[in-house]
């Protein structure tokens, strides 16, 4: 009897890792066809470059269903998101900084990060219309948010000198990949 639960048990458990990856394919966010016609643009026969931008498109389950303006929304948001978590991280190292040099070199990528904020926020919502004036505006305050992380660095550093090293880590950089994104979108 206890060696026919067992093989019970056992034929159980291989069904279940049989059934979970299928589940979890059936469960992902499906992609349209536009979202791969934009990634691939995007890439220009670059597959990391596709495979980035069809990853993150597709982490936010309305891009299912987007056109190409809803698309570069989603990007813009999620830029906005990253920057914004950035912004986080420089207000946190502010409020415990005690070397003045370093604390004015935070403040100055504080104020960068908040510009992006602002900007990226309105980028997505200009972008909503579609109409071309405001597609216009969406890529001059995109335009205006690439390169923050770089501004930041070097801002930093021409303030705080040797006085440590500036606040970017290899995450807070993903933020130009996505402004990216979302300009090549548009």
């Known amino acids: 009897m206890a060696g026919g639960a067992l ?17 979890r ?3 992902a966010t499906p992609s349209s066809p536009l979202l791969h016609y934009k990634c691939a ?17 597709r982490s ?20 906005r998101a990253t920057a914004k978590a950035t912004a986080d991280k420089i207000a946190r190292l502010q ?9 004015d070199g935070l403040a100055v990528c504080a104020a960068e990060y908040a510009a992006a904020v602002r900007r990226l926020g309105r980028a997505s919502k200009d972008d909503a219309h579609g109409v071309a004036p405001e597609r216009q505006e969406a890529l001059r305050l995109l335009g205006q ?23 970017m880590s290899s995450a807070d950089w993903d933020l130009d990949d996505i402004v ?7």
């Open 95 to 103: 409020g415990a900084e005690t070397v003045p040099a370093r604390r």
């Open 41 to 57: 643009v995007y890439a220009a026969g670059d597959r990391p470059s596709y495979n980035y931008c069809v990853r993150t498109l």
């Open 60 to 79: 936010d389950r309305a891009s299912a269903t987007a056109d190409a303006g809803g698309l570069a929304v989603i990007a813009a948001r999620m830029a």
């Open 180 to 186: 990216g994104l979302a300009i090549a979108i548009l």
């Open 145 to 167: 948010v690439l390169g923050a992380p770089e501004r930041c660095q070097v801002a930093f550093e021409a303030v705080a000198g040797s006085q440590g090293p500036p606040p």
């Open 25 to 27: 394919l059936a469960t």
């Open 7 to 23: 093989h019970v048990l056992s034929a159980a458990a291989i069904f279940l890792l049989l059934l979970v990856p299928h589940g």
